[in-house]
């Protein structure tokens, strides 16, 4: 660790903070009072921020880099979560009058910066503006909940947000598709007990169904989302979320949802989110799989990336028949329109060779390549292009490869809305 002097650095830094503090509601003077007393300094990868027991005469607020943070308990060291800027760190040992509650290293391959204000400095703080004690508390709590793998439960989500969650992060034409599919699908399935994990864009939207039609039913209900912290402080926004984030979870649950996750995903890291899936279900559990719209022409930044699958699919045809398409795209775009679904279609080359069964998968069946030329394939040989049909196939492939059987599904193409049922068969006992 060492002092930071470049004197430009540290303006930009604290410019980055208050604009964090700004977020919390927190009056300029007090923002500008705290940000004044700061002074920042440099970690170096795998360079340790706070040692868990140790007594610590600072807060910090994490402004550049990434964190790992860890807990030493039961003769091991588990890692509950990584954060990157802006993190507060070590208000709990201050407020508390504690040892460091955690290990905190930088995590990455490259420096980390910090803003540090001493205790002394802070006091004086919270006395001209008791405001900043409250507000710092806030942003710990949801640090805490955050940092947990995005796990929380619905209850204390809801209140962590003050129970202000508007649906309209899912489009409104699909809420009702939604609250069918969960009433007349799942909420049969799910015993009165039962505990229920929704993971995926929100967070917390089929909990929130949930609850809309058993409002007397919160307990069991759990959430986890990659960005827990911004959906409280945005509530109205959409979040992707998948279960790369639920490693450290130790909870089994009779059902899971996971609402438009693989639309943000490649097709080949679908396989591990079923596994991680299967980890979490109790046997004979249940999963939904919620899906919307997947077809897109020209996918918005930061919205649903289907060009994902239609890259995968180029990518394999050219892999597998080099130069076919002779530079050409795999799909052809004949008409598109802004209120309808774009007409697009396989190239004519490679259904022409298709339909003559020219072409056969390389790979075995077995394997990824092979499930997915062989579905590409069977479309290319009837000139017909669905990407839905291709999605569908694909996850079922996937999930029966980690013990998942398709109980039921349903597609409403008409507002891009599908779901599939699937139930984790339970284990076989043998008998001797």
Known sequence: MKKVEDKTALTDYRNALMRF??????????????????????????????????????????VDGRIQISIYMKDRNEVVGERGAVTLLGEISYFNQI???????????????????????????????????????????????????????????????????DRLALN????????????????????????????????????????????GRLNGLSIQATHLEEAILNPTLSY?????????????????????????????????????ARRLLKPDGHLLVIRLRVVDVV?????????????????LVNKTWPGILEAEDLVKISFVDADIDPMMEWNPKLSDLAAKGELSPSPGPDTFDGALLKILLEQAERSVFNPEEILFHLLVWNASKEGFQLVESQQSPEIGFYYQLYQLAAPVELTV
């Not at 009702?176 to 967070?203: F, I, N």
């Not at 490693?247 to 009779?254: C, N, V, W, Y």
């Not at 639309?263 to 591990?272: D, F, M």
Request: glycine letters at 6%.
């Open 299 to 315: 996918p918005a930044s930061g919205a649903v990336d289907t060009s994902l699958i239609f890259d995968e699919l180029s990518l």
């Open 99 to 165: 040892p460091a509650t955690a290990n905190v290293h930088i995590t990455g391959r490259e420096p980390a910066h910090v803003l540090r204000i001493s205790y002394d400095d802070f006091s004086q703080v919270i006395h001209e503006y008791p405001q900043i004690k409250t507000t710092l508390t806030r942003i710990g709590d949801m640090r805490v909940i955050s940092q947990k793998d995005g796990f929380s439960s619905f209850t204390f989500f809801m209140e962590m947000i003050g129970w202000k969650r």
């Open 240 to 276: 992707p979320s998948d279960f790369s984030r639920t490693k450290h979870l130790r909870e089994k649950f009779e059902a899971i949802t996971a609402l438009q996750i693989f639309e943000h995903l490649p097709p080949r890291k679908y396989s591990a989110q079923f596994e991680d």
């Open 21 to 62: 503090l700004t977020e919390y509601g927190l009056v300029a003077p007090a923002i500008l009072s705290l940000a004044r007393r700061t002074d920042l300094v440099q970690y170096n990868p795998k360079e340790p921020i706070m040692i868990q027991g140790k007594d610590y005469s600072e807060i910090f607020f994490l």
């Open 172 to 215: 409104r034409s699909q809420l009702e598709q939604l609250e069918d599919t969960v009433s007349q699908v799942l909420m049969p399935r799910l015993p009165v007990d039962g505990k229920l994990l929704d993971v995926g864009d929100g967070p917390g939207i089929v909990c929130e169904v949930i609850h809309g039609l058993e409002p």
